[in-house]
């Protein structure tokens, strides 16, 4: 290979084998390094390396050094530590991506962190009853739809559900659905589009990884008033397990041996009360829904509707329809 003597690629390719070889446990000798670039056609004297090193942490590239005999350096890996990883790579092995696109997203976080720490860690990922999901766009679909957003454009897509034959059923006669896009929300191990029309009041959902042929169209966004100062993170602690609706001010009482779960769900800036008897009680802004009713009903009596009257007799309507149907 011809030596290649050009500043600006040496400080590349000496960064990226720091990068990817080292870690505060890993270091490279002076001569290791020389060895390393040699191989990538790169020559570099023992004079030079150490200003080749400085001018890295110039611009925001920490190389570290130390003696032990003779100089060793090792990259800090600045962008995540092992635990962010960690979590990251649980979030998505649990979505519905495939396999393959599971496998070299995590193998790409992974490799921000060295050789090493990846070795120690890769084997460790387990794919716990990880459901089968045929849809291999759905980086796509996001990727469509964060940019439709940025740039306020409509969005366009092809819809569908599979049959017991596991084949796609397009809705709508195959016809696109178009949407001004609002917010992409994670719910459930699902991403959605959180959507409107022009024509209709409120707004629509849909699952993203039941989209084909995401489109970003040249149609700008139509401006409604009521979404100009739309907070997305606002939305997602008032809907329910994103099912749609009225928005209500409900309050319950509860077990206190819920109320890490009541936190998990609606979060820990509600208010919460002890009452009489050691019962805690709460005021929630959530979307009534049989959503919401149901996870009263699963709590087997530990949970119950104070008020207002309207949403608990619709409450004992939805019991009483639930009883005479079994």
């Not at 005021?283 to 996870?295: A, E, R």
């Amino acid at each position: 290979m011809a030596k290649n003597t050009d500043s600006s690629i040496k400080l590349l390719v000496l960064y990226d084998i720091l990068l990817k070889s080292t870690d505060e446990e890993h270091a490279l000798s002076t001569n290791e390094i020389i060895e390393e670039l040699k191989k990538r056609g790169i020559s570099v004297s023992r004079k030079v390396l150490p200003s080749d090193i400085d001018l890295l942490n110039k611009y925001g590239y920490e190389i570290c050094s130390y003696v032990k005999k003779s100089r060793y350096y090792y990259a800090v890996h600045q962008l995540f530590d092992t635990a962010e990883i960690t979590m990251l790579t649980d979030v998505i092995k649990a979505s519905k991506l495939t396999e393959t696109r599971k496998e070299t997203i995590i193998n790409k976080l992974y490799s921000t962190i060295g050789i090493y720490k990846n070795a120690d860690n890769t084997d460790n990922i387990i794919f716990l009853d990880s459901k089968k999901h045929g849809n291999s766009s759905i980086i796509y679909n996001i990727d469509a739809i964060e940019t439709a957003i940025k740039q306020k454009k409509k969005v366009s897509f092809l819809y569908y559900h599979l049959d017991e034959n596991k084949k796609k059923v397009y809705h709508r006669d195959k016809k696109r659905y178009v949407f001004n896009p609002l917010s992409l929300i994670w719910s459930k191990d699902n991403y959605y589009l959180l959507c409107y029309d022009d024509r209709h009041d409120g707004t629509s959902r849909y699952r993203i990884d039941k989209m084909e042929d995401v489109t970003v169209e040249a149609e700008p966004i139509l401006e409604k008033e009521e979404f100009n100062n739309f907070d997305s993170e606002t939305y997602r602690k008032q809907i329910f397990s994103m099912f749609g609706g009225e928005l209500e001010e409900v309050t319950i009482q509860f077990d206190k041996e819920l109320l890490s779960d009541i936190y998990d769900k609606f979060g820990t800036d509600i208010e919460i009360q002890r009452k009489y008897g050691g019962a805690l009680e709460t005021t929630l802004s959530v979307q009534v829904s049989k959503t919401f009713f149901l996870w009263i009903v699963g709590t087997l009596g530990k949970v119950k509707i104070i008020e207002p009257n309207n949403v608990n007799e619709r409450f004992d309507s939805f019991v009483k329809e639930i009883t005479d149907n079994y």
